[in-house]
């Protein structure tokens, strides 16, 4: 029992003792890969708490995908939530619509050493929830389209250019799917699709077609230009077969598929560059994604968010200004960590230029004018949930046509309901 | 006097020895356990205050066409693994309740899948299945063209995750084996004397006398049955295209990725009632095929 009793006590305090030797503690929850703790350990939080002697930040760190999520709400279930929490454009939505996270609008046009013209438009687009903004920034990337030249010159095939159309795409894909032995099984596939919430809407938008209105309270993915948008992107796979079918990847990940000079495109993130450049034997550049009736792509971003409950809002704020602001973007850039949110920084020449990035790598920075956050209503968990209809298209064994109804349908209801 | 002394200072010892699993069970099990109940009639998302809903919860199972595909996972799963995984573990205890050199080397090497982390061996197993580079197609191939794709085919996916389980049937083969020593020699020689040949015995002197134990491993592996899901969540994730969707997963989801904790604790109390009626019916049922001597 006294042990019990020694336990609680040395947790409670430890928990809420906001202060350490007269300085406040901010805690900060945030992603534990080992290249982010690094960042954070020896170039984020050093350089803060040098600005900042008065104030402490604790890093709670915590790993995996489904378990970040949960671990957070744990957290704020017991009431001892975090100060400032970073997110990404997946988890965000949900936590902002909850109520959980401070409006930091009004902080920002109230601030004079921030202004929010120096963030990229579409990523502020997509973090407002109902037009407000709860978190700032930190870094983004577009989806573009990445290629193996090695594979393009094997094949004689011109590199895919600015003004690349879906035809385009698929001649190529077709030129670049090899099957040597002919037991129809390709060694070689043009592409990899995948099927994700995030990489999928941009086939859909190119083709004129919307996920939802521009409210968030109906779905439109019935309508004809999106129903052939996803029956493009899914049957590249399913039955053009320039793309692995499901169990045709040799259970490897589409980046390593694409690593491992299996597929000669893909559609991925500046986030990749990190492990490709370590990784990837071939030489290999970057392209805006093919268009079809208009050019579309999607971006996702990580951000950093004042949990309202906090005590200590000022000082957080002093934090995820930081976090968003000059030193960290170059830090985020010497951690290969994408594209700062930072506009001063970013567009700054040549300061994203390093000794392997690719050739065209400014085809990122362009996509910026047309890309935008893939649709992530309040209700995102219930969201999420209909995605897994979409599997069905994927797989290729139900109509195109009626997955998009059924989806929609479910979706419509889900959009009806409060989040 | 004396001896209501003694038998009470037994009983205090008595629950001292208990006393780590009660507090255990009060401190960390009871508590959740009630909540969860209270939770079952109420909308929770952890951050909110929770909503008191009624039945709203219990209404919507009836409603859920994934819980219904859930369900139905599950009892797939259970009908086929449950009898395939007791054979193999009964036909292992009677191979090695032979009387050969080195048993205790095989004992162990048979017991060994059983005790090997389930994260581990699930990564190995999903090299196994890999469609193009897995041991099993590379094997298949040498009969058909176009051997099953596994973990990525709707149709075969359960029955790879049924498969896989048959890697745990260590436990169950264990018990067995205990319960085949406890046979008393006497009855094989006596049913020998009579003429009985080997398959008679195993029909007429293994089995009846084995039934109590059969019995314990098959409520046992009926229960684990319905509560799989490292497999279906490391593996398959519920895919593709719901054919692995197991019911413990899907409350996992519903509690964990989709935040609904209520509709979630309502899931866990019918899983509870479920077991109970499956266990209930199997004590009902035992009366007429086991025997305890």
Known sequence: MLVLAALCAYGGCARHLAQDEGRIVIEWYAPATPEFLKLYREEFIPEFERQHPDIKIRLNASLGDTGYDAKLLTLIAGDIPPDVVHFTQVDYPYFAAKGLLLDVEFLAESDPSLSLQDYFAPVLDGMRVKGRLYGLPSDFSTIVLFYNRDLFDHANLAYPSANWTWDDFV?????????????????????????????????????????????????????????????????????????????????????????????????????????????????????????????????????????????????????????SGREAAFANIKAGNAIPAYKPVALAPGALKGPQTPEHDSAFLEAVAYARTAPTPVQFADYSEALTILDDAFLGIRPVEDVCKEFTRTVNQVLRERP | ??????????????????????????????????????????????????????????????????????????????VVSVPMGLCLALGLALLLNQKLRAMGLFRTLFYLPSVTSGVATMMLWMWLFNPELGLINRFLRLFTKHPPLWLSDVHWAMPALILMSLWGAGGAMLIFLAGLQNIPEELYEASTLDGAGSLQQFRHVTIPLLSPVIFFNFVMAVIASFQVFTAAFIMTNGGPSHATLLYVLYLFQNA??????????????????????????????????????
């Open chain 2, 256 to 293: 964990f990725v989709y935040f609904r904790l209520g509709y979630a604790s309502a899931m866990a109390w019918l899983l509870f009632v479920i077991i109970l009626f499956l266990t209930l019916l199997n004590f009902r049922l035992s009366k007429r095929w086991v025997h305890y001597g």
């Open chain 1, 171 to 323: 001649r190529a894909a077709r030129r670049l799917t090899v099957d040597e032995n002919g037991d129809g099984n390709p060694e070689q596939f043009g592409f990899v699709t995948q099927n994700s919430y995030n990489r999928w809407p941009a086939w859909v938008w190119a083709n004129g077609g919307s996920i939802l209105d521009r409210s968030e309270s109906r779905c439109l993915m019935d309508k004809p230009a999106a129903v052939e948008g996803l029956r493009f992107y899914t049957e590249l796979a399913t039955r053009m077969h320039v793309a692995p079918a499901s169990g045709q990847g040799a259970g490897q990940s589409a980046d390593d598929l694409f690593a491992s000079g299996r597929v000669a495109m893909i559609c991925n993130s500046r986030y990749a560059y990190k492990s490709m450049f370590n990784m990837i034997p071939f030489k290999w550049d970057v392209a805006p994604p093919p268009r079809q009736v208009r050019r579309a792509t999607t971006l996702i971003w990580g951000c950093n968010a004042i949990v309202r409950t906090t005590r200590h809002p000022k000082q957080s704020w002093e934090f995820l200004k930081f976090l």
């Open chain 2, 1 to 78: 006097m004396k001896t209501t002394s003694l038998s009470r200072r037994e009983a205090l010892a008595g629950w001292l020895f208990v006393s780590p699993w009660v507090l255990g069970f009060v401190i960390f099990a009871a508590g959740p356990i009630l909540f969860s109940l209270g939770l079952s009639f109420a909308h929770w998302d952890a951050i909110t205050r929770p909503e008191f809903a009624g039945l709203d919860n219990y209404r919507r199972l009836a409603r859920d066409p994934l819980l219904i595909k859930s369900l139905i996972n599950t009892a797939y799963y259970a």
